[in-house]
């Protein structure tokens, strides 16, 4: 497929985007699937996925993929009515459409078996192949996580990223509560900016021209009484009233309340990475736990020593020695697998997913706050022209 308008390639040659959406019914019930196209190294896109099918390849790649950012979705504990409702749609489906360019800059996600596996087995095969993914195998996320991060094998110390990963958990911890503060400010804005403009117009439009028309062409019961707000012999008048009606649809704060609050997504989604951390090393724990209980009960059996826990099974002394001698084996050995992984786990969240997320965030930041205030100075300048004629 060749690059055009709609479908412009990023530095790795993939374009993905959300290109239609439509309403299905199933069981009586009403939801939207969202049609996936683009291409890649390996070919055309065209998938239809519902919201569901995004949330569970996301938490298939949180399971599979510890310690990297994946990328956050929208909430999804919505109300059926709402879900259906055309502006919650939309802010959907621009927020699912991130998603896939975010995942697209990701090489390593990208060409991932799972998300391969979304963007290319239409319904029921992408579900048969994705459940068993959910299965957490160590050795085989230590070979994975070998092949695809050489990049940090030769770190030769976890000190400096273990400290990198404290204090921007203590920033997260900080800044979270902060930003949902700023989400709050931001939407009295929106309401208040919409209400500011609406209120505008209509006062202009219905208003004070009725007034003029109907009010005081009775008090000075002169049909023809000179009117300054209406527009019917106003042209000028006219076209400012446009633009007012305009401004309300103008998406210039709330453009910069969208981008906060996917900002605020797009942190929780790193925490969640660095808790992914904290997971791993809750496993380990727990395995060296496990280890010291199996020898207890190996020794005990060995020497003669009452254990109840040994009651419970009717197999022969040698043989349940001989089983807790293999389960210690085989759980010491997860907890060796446990240890590189974290190593692994520590290293990918310093060097790649903290670092990465901070690139740019200035730039970008100044440039919505550009964009929404050029925008308001624009609506502000139809407010001043509208009362200059007046």
């Excluded at 690139?359 to 964009?371: D, G, I």
Aim: charge should be positive; aromatic fraction near 10%; charged fraction near 25%.
């Amino acid at each position: 497929m060749k690059a055009n308008s709609q479908f412009q390639p990023n530095e790795s040659g993939i374009a993905l985007k959300i290109s239609e959406h439509f309403t299905k019914e199933e069981n009586y019930m009403k939801h939207i699937v969202y049609v996936i196209k683009g291409f890649d190294g390996q070919g055309p896109i065209e998938i239809s996925r519902r919201y569901s099918e995004f949330a569970m390849i996301r938490e298939v790649l949180v399971i599979r993929w510890p310690g990297c950012f994946i990328p956050p979705l929208p909430p999804k504990d919505i109300m059926q009515k709402v879900q259906m409702q055309e502006p919650f749609i939309q802010e959907r489906r621009a927020a699912l459409d991130l998603f896939l360019r975010k995942m697209s800059e990701v090489p390593v996600l990208y060409n991932s078996q799972e998300f391969q596996v979304f963007l290319r087995f239409p319904g029921s095969n992408f579900i048969s192949q994705i459940k068993p993914m959910k299965r957490i195998v160590f050795e085989e996320m230590l070979s994975r996580y070998a092949s695809n991060f050489q990049h940090l094998a030769n770190i030769p110390s976890k000190d400096e990223a273990r400290i990198i990963i404290s204090r921007f958990r203590s920033f997260l911890a900080k800044m979270q509560g902060r930003l949902n503060i700023m989400k709050n400010h931001s939407k009295e804005i929106v309401r208040a900016k919409r209400s500011f403009y609406h209120g505008m117009g209509t006062f202009q439009t219905e208003v004070a021209s009725v007034y003029e028309k109907e009010v005081l062409a009775e008090y000075e019961n002169n049909e023809n009484i000179p009117t300054i707000f209406s527009q019917e012999n106003n042209p000028a008048l006219e076209a400012q009233a446009k633009r007012m009606k305009e401004a309300v649809q103008n998406p210039s704060l709330e453009l910069f309340d969208s981008w906060l609050r996917v900002e605020i997504r797009e942190l929780n989604a790193l925490s969640e990475a660095i808790q992914q951390m904290d997971k791993y090393e809750a496993y380990r724990i727990k395995a060296e736990a496990k280890v010291k209980s199996y020898m207890e009960r190996k020794n005990k059996l060995a020497t003669g020593e009452f254990d109840w826990r040994n009651l419970l099974t009717t197999k022969p002394k040698d043989a349940q020695i001989f089983y807790l001698e293999e389960m210690a084996t085989k759980t010491q050995n997860d907890i060796k697998n446990l240890a590189l992984l974290g190593d692994m786990i520590v290293l990918i969240l310093a060097y790649d997913g903290i670092q990465k997320f901070k690139t740019n965030k200035a730039e970008k930041f100044y440039a919505f706050v550009s964009n929404a205030v050029q925008n308001e100075l624009n609506n502000l300048g139809t407010v001043r022209r509208i009362l200059y004629r007046i």
